[in-house]
C-alpha cells in the first residue's frame, strides 16, 4: 500500500510486488462516503455517509484517523498531521486483493486485526447486481428477489451476479389491484432517493403505491413516533432500482418492495413469500395454502425466514425454484456432504427427494473437522396431483375441473372431459396429440417392488403407464420432429438401434432412440430404461424427456446432447486436444458423482452394468451425463451382491467376478469406472491396447508405470501442457483402486468422491489391478453369445446360460 498525491491509498499488485494494483481507498468529497475502487468500478462503499457502520469507541477512532488522512490538500500542498498518540501504534493496510484493514499493537509489540472491510462476500458493493439479495451465512450466496428473475442465467450459473435480477412482470400496469409488496426484514439496502415525514405506515404505503416511479419505501418510527409524535416519523423512498441488497443485516431496516400480485402469487392457494422466498403451488406452510402433502415448510413472520422440517430435524431454506421443483437447504456443523448420513434418506411418503446434489465450499475439505459453514443440499418435489377440495368453490382458481370424489376416498379439483392434469403447469389442459403428461404425485409406482415388477413382467400394459414419471408422445409428433426418421438426422446407430435428432416446433432439440426390430435388446431393456431413468434426477445422468409406445414402435426420447459421447472425443488424435485436462478432470469427478448417486443417493438404488466411454454424453459446456440404463438393476433392502446366469455388458470395462461367475454388485460398477478413468487419463482403449515389450493391457501398463514411479509417462501426451501433476497422480492412484481384483478391496463411490474431492494428497496404495496380462492383439476374446451388438471398436456381449 502506498498514498498518492491525492490522499488515495493504492494497493500493491501482488504480495511481493509494490507496483500499482488494481484497488484503492479514498473518500469521495462529493458524496461524503469512503469508497474501495476496483479500477473505475466501485468495489465498496461506507454505508452511513462520512462513517463506517458500527458502534463503540473503535469506529469512531478508525473514522477520525481517515477523516484527517482523506480531506482534500490545503493550498500549500501541506499534509494532515496527526499529533494524538491514540494512533502511534495503529496501521491502516489497502491489500492487494482489495481489503482495508485497520491493525492495532498490542502490548507484545504484536499487530491485532481490529477492523477490516469487506468483512465478507456480501460486503462488496451490489455483489449480486440490482435487485438480487445476498445472504454471507451461505455459500450460495446470491438470489432474486420474488418477483425477479436472473437477466443472464448463464452468468449466474456460473457464478457471475453482477448483471443482477429484472422484474418478470411490469408493474404499474394501471391496475389499482395488480401491484402488491414484498416485506422483507432486516434488509441492508442502498441509499434511497427521497423522504418524507409520515403520520403511519398506510400514509407511506400508499404514497408509494400511487406513484409508479416508486419501487421501494421502508417505515421508521423512533419512541416518539410510537408514542404519537409523527414528525419523527420517516418514509424513505427508492425510485431507482434497489442496489446493495444484502438479507439478515444486523442494522437492517424493514424494506417493502413494488412487485406484480400475479408473480407472487401464481394459484390461490400459494403461499406467498416468506421473506426473500416465494413459496410456490404445492409447497404449503400451513392448513390455508399449498396441499398438504407438501406441508413441511414453516415461515417465522417476524424474520422472513423459511424452515423445512424432516423427520431428522428442522433446517434453513436458502432458496426455491419453482420451474425446476428443486429448493436448497443448509445443514450446519455437517461434514464434506458425507452421503451415508441418515439425514439424505427421507421417508418414503414424502413428496421430496434427495437430488444428489449437495455443495460445500472445496477450500473447507477436512476429513476430521465439521465446515465452517456447513452444507448446502438440494432437494426435489414430486409433481402434485390434482388439488384437494371440499366443494365447487374450491376449484375456481382451476378452470375446466370439478370437485369429485377420487378412489383413495378424497375429494380432488378433477379436470373436465377432454382435459388432463398437468402437474408442471398446475392446470387442467387440453388433451393434445402431441403428448399426454402423467402425474408423479403416487408414492405406490416409486416403490422399489413396483417398479421390480414392472420391469421383470413378460409385456407393458396399458394401465402400466401411470407408473412412468414422464410424458408419452405420440407417433405423429415424433415424424414431424425427426422429418421422417431421415437420416440427415441420423446421429448413431447402438445396440438398441438407431439414434435420430429431432426438434419440435418450439425449437427443443431431442435425440429419438428408436427400438430396432431386430434389435438383441428388447422389451426388458425398453422398459429398464423408460421406468427407472424417469425416477432419476441428477446433473450427472442424462434426462429422459418421455417416451412413446404406439404398435411396434418403442422409442425413447432424451435431451440432446451436442458433443456426443467421450469417445468420440477421448480417442480422436484430432478432437482429443479440445478436453485440456481441466476438462477431463472436471468428466471423471462429474462421472463420480453420478454413479454415486445411483448406488446410494437415489430413490431407486441402481446398479449400472454396462459404463464405458461411449455411454458418457456431454453438454454443451462438456459436462458428463451417464446414460444408457438398458442393462442397469434395482438393488433392494440389504442386498449386495447379485447372481446372474445372464452376464450382460461391455468386453473391457466387465470387472472379473462378473464376467467369470456372473456376481455383480455396487463394486462392478466401480470397476468399470476405474477402466473409464485410465482411458480418459491416457487417452487410450483398454480394449485397443497392447503393450508388446511385457504384453500387458492398458491397466497393466498404467500399474507397470505406477510401480516404477512413472505413472505420468501415462498421461495423454496431447494434454500434458495443462495437466496437474497432483491431480494427474490422485486419479491414477484412485483408477487403480478401483481395479482391484477382490472386490471388497475397490472403494465405494462415495469413498471415490472424497478422495478425488479432497485436497489431501495421501492416499491408499492399490495393489495390482485384474486383467493386466493380455496375451497378444489377435487372440481377442471372443465369448459364445447369442447376442452380440457393435459400438465402434466395443462389443457389448450377453451370454446365457451359464
Known amino acids: 500500500m502506498k498514498m498518492h498525491d491525492n490522499l488515495a491509498l493504492t494497493s500493491w499488485s501482488s504480495y511481493e510486488d509494490p507496483s500499482p494494483g488494481n484497488f484503492s481507498f479514498e473518500k469521495d468529497q462529493g458524496e461524503n462516503q469512503y469508497i474501495i475502487w476496483k479500477r473505475s468500478i466501485r468495489y465498496w462503499k461506507s454505508s452511513v455517509s462520512g462513517k463506517f457502520v458500527g458502534t463503540g469507541e473503535m469506529s469512531t477512532a478508525i473514522s477520525y484517523l481517515l477523516s484527517n488522512f482523506t480531506l482534500r490538500v490545503s493550498p500549500n500542498n501541506t499534509v494532515p498531521f496527526l499529533t494524538s498518540s491514540l494512533y502511534s501504534d495503529t496501521r491502516l493496510v489497502m491489500n492487494y486483493w482489495g481489503q482495508l484493514q485497520y ?66 412482470t411490469n408493474v404499474c400496469s394501471g391496475d389499482a389491484n395488480s401491484d402488491t409488496f414484498l416485506s422483507l426484514k432486516m434488509m441492508k439496502v442502498g441509499n434511497p432517493d427521497a423522504q418524507f415525514n409520515a403520520k403511519n405506515e398506510d400514509e407511506c404505503k400508499l404514497e408509494c403505491l400511487n406513484n409508479c416511479q416508486c419501487y421501494a419505501y421502508s417505515y421508521q418510527e423512533n419512541e416518539e413516533a410510537r408514542q404519537g409524535d409523527s414528525k419523527d416519523a420517516v418514509c424513505w423512498i427508492w425510485s431507482e432500482d434497489l442496489n446493495n441488497l444484502e438479507e ?14 400475479s408473480d407472487i402469487e401464481s394459484t390461490g392457494r400459494s403461499c ?8 410456490p403451488y404445492p409447497l404449503g406452510t400451513g392448513p390455508n395454502c399449498g396441499d398438504p402433502k407438501y406441508f413441511s415448510f414453516h415461515c417465522n413472520i417476524s424474520t422472513g425466514e423459511l424452515d423445512f422440517e424432516t423427520p431428522a430435524g428442522i433446517y434453513p431454506v436458502i432458496s426455491i425454484n ?20 441418515k439425514f439424505l434418506v427421507l421417508n418414503q411418503s414424502f413428496p421430496f427427494h434427495f437430488t444428489g446434489n449437495c455443495y460445500a465450499d472445496p477450500s473447507t475439505f477436512s476429513s476430521n473437522a465439521p465446515l465452517k459453514h456447513g452444507i448446502e443440499i438440494e432437494l426435489s418435489w414430486q409433481l402434485p396431483l390434482e388439488p384437494i377440495c371440499s366443494s365447487l368453490l374450491d376449484c375456481e382458481d382451476w378452470p375446466n375441473s370439478t370437485c369429485n370424489t377420487t378412489s383413495d376416498g378424497k375429494k380432488r379439483c378433477l379436470c373436465n372431459k377432454n382435459f388432463l392434469w398437468d402437474g408442471l403447469k398446475l392446470n387442467c389442459t387440453l388433451e393434445s396429440k402431441g403428448y399426454v403428461q402423467k402425474n408423479s404425485g403416487i408414492n405406490f409406482y416409486d416403490s422399489e417392488r413396483y417398479v421390480r415388477d414392472l420391469i421383470e413382467s413378460g409385456r407393458l400394459k396399458e394401465d402400466d403407464a401411470q407408473a412412468i414419471d414422464i410424458p408419452h408422445f405420440h407417433l405423429e409428433s415424433i415424424l414431424d420432429a425427426t422429418n421422417n426418421f431421415a437420416n440427415s438426422n441420423k446421429l448413431g446407430q447402438g445396440g438398441f438401434g438407431p439414434v435420430y435428432k429431432g426438434k419440435f416446433p418450439g425449437g427443443q432439440e431431442i435425440a429419438v432412440k428408436r427400438l430396432s426390430s431386430c434389435s438383441g435388446q428388447g ?11 424417469a425416477k432419476l434426477q441428477h446433473r450427472n445422468l442424462v434426462r429422459l424427456l418421455g417416451y412413446c409406445v404406439e404398435g411396434d414402435e418403442k422409442m425413447l426420447l432424451y435431451e440432446y446432447m451436442p458433443n456426443r459421447s467421450l469417445d468420440a472425443f477421448i480417442f480422436d488424435r484430432k478432437l482429443c486436444v479440445v478436453l485440456d485436462w481441466d476438462v477431463r478432470f472436471k468428466i471423471i469427478l462429474g462421472i463420480a458423482r453420478g454413479l454415486l448417486y445411483l448406488h446410494e443417493d437415489s430413490r431407486l438404488r441402481i446398479i449400472h452394468r454396462d459404463l464405458k466411454t461411449s455411454n458418457i454424453l456431454l453438454d454443451e459446456e462438456k459436462n458428463p451425463k451417464i446414460s444408457d440404463f438398458g442393462l442397469a438393476r434395482i438393488f433392494g433392502g440389504k442386498e449386495t451382491v447379485a447372481n446372474t446366469d445372464r452376464v450382460v455388458g461391455t468386453y473391457g470395462y466387465m470387472s472379473p467376478e462378473y464376467a467369470l461367475d456372473g456376481h455383480f454388485s455396487v463394486k462392478s460398477d466401480v470397476f468399470s469406472f476405474g477402466v473409464v478413468v485410465l482411458e480418459i487419463i491416457s487417452g487410450k482403449r483398454n480394449t485397443g491396447f497392447y503393450q508388446v515389450e511385457h504384453e500387458l493391457s492398458l491397466l497393466g501398463y498404467a500399474w507397470h508405470l505406477w510401480k516404477e514411479g512413472r505413472a505420468m509417462e501415462f498421461m495423454d501426451q496431447t494434454v500434458c501442457q495443462t495437466c496437474n501433476a497432483d491431480e494427474c497422480l490422485k486419479c491414477v492412484n484412485v483408477g487403480l483402486l478401483c481395479l482391484q481384483e477382490d472386490p471388497n478391496e475397490r472403494p465405494t463411490m462415495s469413498n471415490v468422491v472424497f478422495m478425488l474431492g479432497s485436497e489431501s494428497n495421501t492416499l491408499p496404495s492399490p495393489k495390482e489391478p485384474a486383467f493386466v496380462v493380455r496375451r497378444c492383439p489377435s487372440s481377442r476374446a471372443s465369448t459364445s453369445s447369442k447376442l452380440e451388438t457393435f459400438s465402434r471398436n466395443e462389443l457389448t456381449v450377453t451370454i446365457d446360460g451359464r
Not at 248 to 261: K, N, P, Q
Open 272 to 279: 406467498g413469500t416468506c421473506g426473500t422466498n416465494f413459496i
Open 523 to 533: 422389451l426388458e431393456e425398453f422398459k429398464n430404461e423408460v421406468v427407472l431413468i
Open 248 to 261: 439478515e443485516y444486523e442494522d437492517g431496516c424493514d424494506l417493502h418492495v413494488r412487485v406484480a400480485f
Open 322 to 341: 419453482s420451474e425446476t421443483q428443486k429448493f436448497l437447504i443448509h445443514r450446519e456443523n455437517a461434514l464434506y456432504c458425507d452421503r451415508s448420513d
Open 103 to 168: 491493525l492495532k499493537m498490542d502490548s507484545e509489540k504484536k499487530w491485532l486485526l481490529v477492523w477490516v472491510e469487506p468483512r465478507d462476500r456480501c460486503s462488496v458493493f451490489n455483489a449480486c447486481g440490482n435487485f438480487g439479495t445476498c445472504n454471507s451465512k451461505y455459500d450460495s450466496m446470491c438470489k432474486c428477489l420474488p418477483g425477479f428473475k436472473p437477466n443472464s442465467i448463464e452468468s449466474w450459473n456460473a457464478g457471475d451476479f453482477s448483471g443482477g435480477c429484472s422484474r418478470r
